[in-house]
C-alpha cells in the first residue's frame, strides 16, 4: 500500500528554486524520488538490485537528503540516509566524504557520471556506499508539486488516532512520556553507578548541550574531565581553557586564522591551558569529532562548549542545591531556568564562532529550548527517580519550539488537519512532546515496511 504524501507549502524552498537552475533541477529530482515516480525498483552501478522500501523523510536541514529510510540490496535489508547528487561526483566536491553527519548513508543516488568514469563514494570512516544511477532522460522540467515539497507520509495509525478523544490522546502520550523519563533515569543511574551523580549530570548536560549534531562529541568531551577530581579542583578560567583545549580549539591553526580581537582570548586560554597540555591534550584521531556545519549559527559547538564551560565553572551554584535536598518546591525548576538564561560571556556573548565578527548585540548562551533540554532530559530524570521532584512538577514544563523530529511525528501520526488543529492543545508541554516522539521512536521509526506490517495501528485500535 502506498500512502498519500503530505503537502507542505514552502516560500522559501519556492525562493531558492528561482535562484538557482542547478538548485531548482536537484529539488525537482528530489521531489520526483520522493514522491515514487521514479520506481522502486533500480539496479546499482556495481550490478547489484535495489529496492526502496521505505523512502524515508524528506530532510529541510543540513545532512541527507532523506533520512530514516530503508533499502534492500541484493535481499539484505539496511536503514540509513539517502543522498542525492545531480552529478556523481557532488558526493566528494560537496564535502560528504568527510562529514560525519553523512556516515549513515546507504544509498547514493545521481544522475551524471564523469567522462572518464572515476568517483568515490565513502564515508568518513572509508564505508563504501551503494550508488544508483537514474536516467536523465526522465527529466520533463518542474513537477507540478514543486511549490509543496512533502515532508512525512501519512501512517495507518492516522485513521484509528483521529477517533480519539483529546483526554484519550493525553493519556495515551502521557504513558509514553513517564517511559521515556524512566529510561533516561535509568542510563544516568547507570552512569552515576559507575562514575558519580555530578559526572552523570555533567555528562548529561553535555550531551543536551550537543543537541542533534553535536551529541556524542560533547558527551565524549565531558568524559574526559571527571568532575570530581579536575573540575572540582580548578576556577572558571582553568575550566574553560581545559574544555576548549581537549576540544582541539586551541591549535595554532586557529589563533593563526584569528582576528585581533580573537587571538586575545585564545592566548587568556592558552596561558592556562599549556600548564595542563601534557596531561590532557588528545591526539589529533581522539579528538571530539565536531559537526560544526551542521546548525545554525548560534548552534556551533564553539558557543555550546563556551557554555558547558560557564556551566562547570558555576557547577557548585547550579547543582549542588539540587543534589543536597530530598524535597524541591514545586517551581525549583524556574530558577534554574533564569540562572541559566543569564549566563553571559564578554566574548561568546558576542560571536558565533572563534572566527566570527562580532555582532552588536549581546546574544543568549542558551536558549529556552536547550535549557527546557537540559531540564527534561537529564535533571528531571534523575531528581524523580531519587524522589527529590515529581511527575506533576514535570508535567508544568512548557513545550519547546517544533523542532523537524517533532514536526514529521505530527504529520505521521495525525496528518495535516489534526497536526493544526486538535492536536495542538495536547503537545503545549514537555511531557506531552516527548511521548509523541517516544510512539515515534518505539514504532515509525523502528518500521521499515512504509507502515504496512506496524503494529501500532491494531493496537490502538484495540485499546480504543
Given at each position: 500500500?502506498?500512502?498519500?504524501?503530505?503537502?507542505?507549502?514552502?516560500?522559501?524552498?519556492?525562493?531558492?528554486?528561482?535562484?538557482?537552475?542547478?538548485?531548482?533541477?536537484?529539488?525537482?529530482?528530489?521531489?520526483?524520488?520522493?514522491?515514487?515516480?521514479?520506481?522502486r525498483q533500480f539496479t546499482s552501478t556495481d550490478g547489484r538490485s535495489v529496492e526502496i522500501v521505505q523512502f524515508g523523510h524528506w530532510n529541510r536541514g543540513a545532512g541527507p537528503d532523506f533520512t530514516e529510510a530503508a533499502v534492500r540490496i541484493d535481499g539484505t535489508?539496511?536503514?540509513?540516509?539517502?543522498?542525492?547528487?545531480?552529478?556523481?561526483?557532488?558526493?566528494?566536491?560537496?564535502?560528504?566524504?568527510?562529514?560525519?553527519?553523512?556516515g549513515g548513508v546507504v544509498l547514493h543516488v545521481h544522475l551524471h557520471r564523469p567522462a572518464d568514469g572515476t568517483w568515490f563514494t565513502r564515508t568518513a570512516d572509508h564505508r563504501q556506499v551503494t550508488q544508483v544511477e537514474l536516467d536523465p532522460s526522465l527529466a520533463d522540467g518542474r513537477p507540478p508539486w514543486w511549490g509543496r515539497l512533502p515532508e512525512a507520509r501519512l501512517g495507518r495509525c492516522a485513521a484509528p488516532l483521529r477517533d480519539f478523544s483529546t483526554e484519550r490522546l493525553n493519556t495515551l502520550l502521557s504513558s509514553a512520556a513517564q517511559y521515556r523519563?524512566?529510561?533516561?533515569?535509568?542510563?544516568?543511574?547507570?552512569?552515576?553507578?559507575?562514575?558519580?551523580?555530578?559526572?552523570?549530570?555533567?555528562?548529561?548536560?553535555?550531551?543536551?548541550?550537543?543537541?542533534?549534531?553535536?551529541k556524542l562529541p560533547m558527551?565524549?568531551?565531558?568524559?574526559?574531565?571527571?568532575?570530581?577530581?579536575?573540575?572540582?579542583?580548578?576556577?572558571?578560567?582553568?575550566?574553560?581553557?581545559?574544555?576548549?583545549?581537549?576540544?582541539?580549539?586551541?591549535?595554532?591553526?586557529?589563533?593563526?586564522?584569528?582576528?585581533?580581537?580573537?587571538?586575545?582570548?585564545?592566548?587568556?586560554?592558552?596561558d592556562h591551558w599549556w600548564k595542563f597540555r601534557i596531561v590532557h591534550e588528545l591526539t589529533e584521531g581522539r579528538r571530539p569529532p565536531w559537526n560544526p556545519g551542521a546548525g545554525r549559527p548560534a548552534n556551533h559547538p564553539q558557543r555550546r562548549l563556551a557554555a558547558l564551560a560557564l556551566l562547570a565553572g558555576q557547577w557548585r551554584g547550579f547543582m549542588n542545591p539540587l543534589m543536597t535536598q530530598t524535597s524541591l518546591g514545586k517551581?525549583?525548576?524556574?530558577?534554574?531556568?533564569?540562572?541559566?538564561?543569564?549566563?553571559?560571556?564578554?566574548?561568546?556573548?558576542?560571536?558565533?564562532?572563534?572566527?566570527?565578527?562580532p555582532t552588536r548585540k549581546s546574544m543568549a548562551l542558551l536558549g529556552s529550548d536547550r535549557i527546557l533540554d537540559l531540564l527534561g532530559n537529564v535533571l528531571f530524570p534523575h531528581l524523580i527517580q531519587e524522589g527529590a521532584t515529581t511527575w506533576e512538577s514535570y508535567t508544568d514544563l512548557p513545550g519547546t519550539t517544533e523542532s523537524g523530529s517533532l514536526r514529521r511525528?505530527?504529520?505521521?501520526?495525525?496528518?495535516?488537519?489534526?497536526?493544526?488543529?486538535?492536536?495542538?492543545?495536547?503537545?503545549?508541554?514537555?511531557?506531552?512532546?516527548?511521548?509523541?516522539?517516544?510512539?515515534?521512536?518505539?514504532?515509525?521509526?523502528?518500521?521499515?515496511?512504509?507502515?504496512?506490517?506496524?503494529?501500532?495501528?491494531?493496537?490502538?485500535?484495540?485499546?480504543?
Amino acid at each position: 500500500m502506498v500512502f498519500p504524501v503530505l503537502p507542505r507549502s514552502q516560500v522559501a524552498e519556492r525562493d531558492r528554486w528561482e535562484e538557482s537552475s542547478g538548485r531548482s533541477d536537484e529539488l525537482a529530482w528530489q521531489a520526483r524520488w520522493f514522491s515514487g515516480e521514479l520506481g522502486r525498483q533500480f539496479t546499482s552501478t556495481d550490478g547489484r538490485s535495489v529496492e526502496i522500501v521505505q523512502f524515508g523523510h524528506w530532510n529541510r536541514g543540513a545532512g541527507p537528503d532523506f533520512t530514516e529510510a530503508a533499502v534492500r540490496i541484493d535481499g539484505t535489508l539496511m536503514t540509513g540516509d539517502i543522498e542525492m547528487d545531480l552529478e556523481a561526483t557532488g558526493w566528494e566536491s560537496h564535502g560528504h566524504s568527510t562529514n560525519p553527519s553523512f556516515g549513515g548513508v546507504v544509498l547514493h543516488v545521481h544522475l551524471h557520471r564523469p567522462a572518464d568514469g572515476t568517483w568515490f563514494t565513502r564515508t568518513a570512516d572509508h564505508r563504501q556506499v551503494t550508488q544508483v544511477e537514474l536516467d536523465p532522460s526522465l527529466a520533463d522540467g518542474r513537477p507540478p508539486w514543486w511549490g509543496r515539497l512533502p515532508e512525512a507520509r501519512l501512517g495507518r495509525c492516522a485513521a484509528p488516532l483521529r477517533d480519539f478523544s483529546t483526554e484519550r490522546l493525553n493519556t495515551l502520550l502521557s504513558s509514553a512520556a513517564q517511559y521515556r523519563l524512566q529510561r533516561k533515569a535509568e542510563r544516568w543511574g547507570a552512569l552515576a553507578r559507575s562514575h558519580s551523580t555530578s559526572q552523570a549530570l555533567f555528562c548529561g548536560c553535555a550531551e543536551a548541550l550537543g543537541y542533534r549534531h553535536n551529541k556524542l562529541p560533547m558527551f565524549s568531551l565531558a568524559q574526559r574531565l571527571p568532575v570530581d577530581t579536575v573540575l572540582s579542583r580548578h576556577p572558571a578560567p582553568i575550566i574553560e581553557a581545559l574544555c576548549f583545549g581537549i576540544a582541539g580549539y586551541l591549535e595554532a591553526e586557529h589563533f593563526d586564522r584569528s582576528k585581533a580581537e580573537t587571538r586575545g582570548y585564545l592566548k587568556d586560554l592558552w596561558d592556562h591551558w599549556w600548564k595542563f597540555r601534557i596531561v590532557h591534550e588528545l591526539t589529533e584521531g581522539r579528538r571530539p569529532p565536531w559537526n560544526p556545519g551542521a546548525g545554525r549559527p548560534a548552534n556551533h559547538p564553539q558557543r555550546r562548549l563556551a557554555a558547558l564551560a560557564l556551566l562547570a565553572g558555576q557547577w557548585r551554584g547550579f547543582m549542588n542545591p539540587l543534589m543536597t535536598q530530598t524535597s524541591l518546591g514545586k517551581g525549583w525548576w524556574r530558577e534554574f531556568q533564569r540562572q541559566c538564561a543569564g549566563l553571559e560571556h564578554p566574548f561568546w556573548s558576542y560571536h558565533y564562532t572563534l572566527r566570527s565578527t562580532p555582532t552588536r548585540k549581546s546574544m543568549a548562551l542558551l536558549g529556552s529550548d536547550r535549557i527546557l533540554d537540559l531540564l527534561g532530559n537529564v535533571l528531571f530524570p534523575h531528581l524523580i527517580q531519587e524522589g527529590a521532584t515529581t511527575w506533576e512538577s514535570y508535567t508544568d514544563l512548557p513545550g519547546t519550539t517544533e523542532s523537524g523530529s517533532l514536526r514529521r511525528a505530527l504529520l505521521r501520526l495525525f496528518g495535516p488537519d489534526l497536526a493544526a488543529n486538535k492536536i495542538r492543545s495536547t503537545t503545549g508541554k514537555y511531557y506531552q512532546q516527548q511521548g509523541l516522539l517516544q510512539v515515534f521512536q518505539d514504532f515509525c521509526l523502528r518500521d521499515h515496511s512504509e507502515c504496512e506490517e506496524c503494529p501500532f495501528p491494531e493496537q490502538l485500535r484495540q485499546w480504543s
